[in-house]
């Protein structure tokens, strides 16, 4: 049986009015007493090698306006895939065609074993979409939501409450059950949104920017139940994120899209290892202190205002001992000191800089 995505729930998804995102500071080139590598952790594992999603060559433009320019994915069944990329990159486009809501106009997509374009009604009853807005139906309570959308998967009337009452439940939703949801908080709206795409028992999850607007709680016990839904049902999910920690939590494999197309692909210590940016912060007391520190390191870069030297570092145990030791040889004691390894932020400004910014990124 096939049973489509009810229509708009994921057609509804819009154009989010966010600040773009400025350059980072370039970190200088690697100093000689920091030389070891950088001791990675050991990325999620993927769990199969049959692709629940791939595509090769999607192509999408709007009029002249060119905003997918031949991408390629593979995506193991059971793992999370996050797709990173500014406003505007095309990253609900990319979720809109995989999910059949809108036709490429070049290249092939296969989608829980189906070509988007030719059994579109079969992908279309393997997968569950949320939209980058909550889809709910203010007029009617949760219940009603959930039971609606059982009826539109032909469940049966038992199976459809059961069914209900189980993600209401899951969703921690049980006691705003019959409220209407014209009353409900934001982060109500997107949980009750993704229980009500769950209702399908999709294999395939596509959501976009699923944590936008939620509090911290609220987006953990979102990430809690996206990760349950890959360790317990082995669900694929396919997610857009402007949280770079949400992707770094949740994802085995993140891409970057950016003017058309993904400039990098990689798990997040891969991509995080691409960048330069790691350095250890050394505070002084003094000027005297810190021009002696500076004099010591090569390619450190001191901060005369607020009395601060930063050297390039890979974050590792040797690099920190090395400085340490000549620190200690020089005779010089900083007050403080801090390791900053580059984190997601990092990657996604770097790679994602505009040409003006470009200057900035080695
Ligand atoms: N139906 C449409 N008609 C014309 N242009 C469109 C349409 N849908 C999207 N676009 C354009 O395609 C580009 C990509 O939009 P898309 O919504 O895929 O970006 P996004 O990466 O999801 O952005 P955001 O982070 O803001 O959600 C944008 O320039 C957008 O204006
Ligand atoms: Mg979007």
């Given at each position: 049986m096939t049973v489509p995505p009810p229509a708009g729930r994921a057609s509804r998804a819009g154009r989010a009015g966010r600040a773009g995102a400025s350059a980072p500071t370039a970190a200088p080139a690697p100093a000689g007493a920091a030389t070891s590598a950088v001791s990675a952790t050991p990325a999620k594992s993927t769990k199969s090698a049959i692709s629940a999603i791939s595509a090769s060559g999607l192509r999408k433009s709007y009029g002249s306006k060119v905003v997918l320019d031949g991408i390629d994915l593979h995506i193991p069944e059971g793992s999370v895939f996050a797709l990173l990329?500014?406003?505007?990159?095309?990253?609900?486009?990319?979720?809109?065609?995989?999910?059949?809501?809108?036709?490429?106009?070049?290249?092939?997509?296969?989608?829980?074993?189906?070509?988007?374009?030719?059994?579109?009604?079969?992908?279309?009853?393997?997968?569950?979409?949320?939209?980058?807005?909550?889809?709910?139906?203010?007029?009617?309570?949760?219940?009603?939501?959930?039971?609606?959308?059982?009826?539109?998967?032909?469940?049966?009337?038992?199976?459809?409450?059961?069914?209900?009452?189980?993600?209401?439940?899951?969703?921690?939703?049980?006691?705003?059950?019959?409220?209407?949801?014209?009353?409900?908080?934001?982060?109500?709206?997107?949980?009750?949104?993704?229980?009500?795409?769950?209702?399908?028992?999709?294999?395939?999850?596509?959501?976009?920017?699923?944590?936008?607007?939620?509090?911290?709680r609220s987006r953990r016990t979102m990430w809690e139940i996206i990760r349950g839904l890959v360790a317990d049902e082995g669900v694929t999910i396919f997610l857009t994120t402007q949280y770079l920690e949400e992707a770094d939590q949740l994802a085995d494999r993140i891409a970057v899209l950016d003017h058309g197309t993904l400039v990098a692909e990689g798990t997040a210590e891969e991509l995080k290892r691409r960048i330069p940016g790691g350095h250890i912060l050394l505070q002084f007391a003094d000027?005297?202190?810190?021009?002696?520190?500076?004099?010591?390191?090569?390619?450190?870069?001191?901060?005369?205002?607020?009395?601060?030297?930063?050297?390039?570092?890979?974050?590792?145990?040797?690099?920190?001992?090395?400085?340490?030791?000549?620190?200690?040889?020089?005779?010089?004691?900083?007050?403080?000191?801090?390791?900053?390894?580059?984190?997601?932020?990092?990657?996604?400004?770097?790679?994602?800089?505009?040409?003006?910014?470009?200057?900035t990124v080695r």
């Open positions: 990329g500014p406003n505007g990159a095309g990253k609900t486009t990319t979720v809109e065609i995989l999910s059949t809501l809108i036709g490429a106009d070049g290249g092939r997509a296969r989608v829980a074993g189906h070509d988007v374009a030719r059994e579109a009604d079969l992908v279309r009853g393997a997968i569950g979409v949320t939209g980058q807005f909550a889809a709910v139906d203010n007029l009617l309570n949760a219940e009603e939501n959930l039971l609606l959308m059982a009826d539109l998967h032909h469940l049966e009337r038992r199976e459809g409450r059961r069914r209900a009452a189980a993600l209401l439940e899951r969703f921690e939703l049980s006691e705003a059950a019959r409220k209407p949801v014209s009353s409900f908080s934001g982060g109500m709206r997107r949980k009750l949104d993704l229980a009500m795409t769950l209702v399908g028992s999709p294999r395939v999850l596509f959501l976009d920017e699923p944590t936008t607007g939620l509090d911290p000027g005297g202190q810190l021009d002696a520190a500076t004099e010591l390191f090569g390619a450190a870069a001191p901060d005369t205002d607020a009395l601060t030297l930063q050297i390039p570092s890979d974050g590792g145990i040797p690099t920190l001992r090395a400085v340490l030791d000549v620190l200690s040889a020089g005779e010089v004691e900083p007050e403080t000191l801090t390791v900053r390894t580059p984190d997601l932020d990092d990657v996604f400004l770097a790679l994602t800089a505009r040409p003006d910014q470009k200057e």
